[in-house]
């Protein structure tokens, strides 16, 4: 299933790791609006299955608070593994205390939710040049 949605999206790709459905489905319409390929996924374990798939995102948007594989364990298991532990993390959370609380994950940037669409539509630019 993963491969069929790995061949559906070329670069430039965010990979979405969002629990909450209707921010996931909420980021993927605005991204996509804006021309950028979108994955989702529901966790930090489906999110590692997809990259496992053969998925080469260019920016991983990735909340933190999540059920089954937080973003904290997909962080660990990322970096430790060579095939992805280059695609740079951009934390997404309401968590509070962000920059402290992330700044040992080795992450891109910090957006704390409610999101600022302008700020989240600029980073994503940064890292995903439109063809």
Known sequence: ???RL???FQPPCVLVVEDNADARAAFEVLLRQRGF??????D????????R????????LLDLMMPRKDGWQFRREQVADPELSDVPVV???????????TQHLGIAEVLEKPIDVERLLE???RYCTLQ
């Open 6 to 8: 790995v061949r559906a």
């Open 44 to 51: 930090g374990q489906e999110a590692l299955e997809v990259l």
């Open 123 to 125: 980073v994503v630019g």
């Open 91 to 101: 934390v997404l959370s309401g968590a509070g205390q962000l920059q402290r609380r």
């Open 37 to 42: 390929g979108v994955v989702t996924a529901g």
């Open 1 to 3: 299933m993963y491969r």
């Open 53 to 60: 798939s053969g998925l080469k995102p260019r920016l991983i």
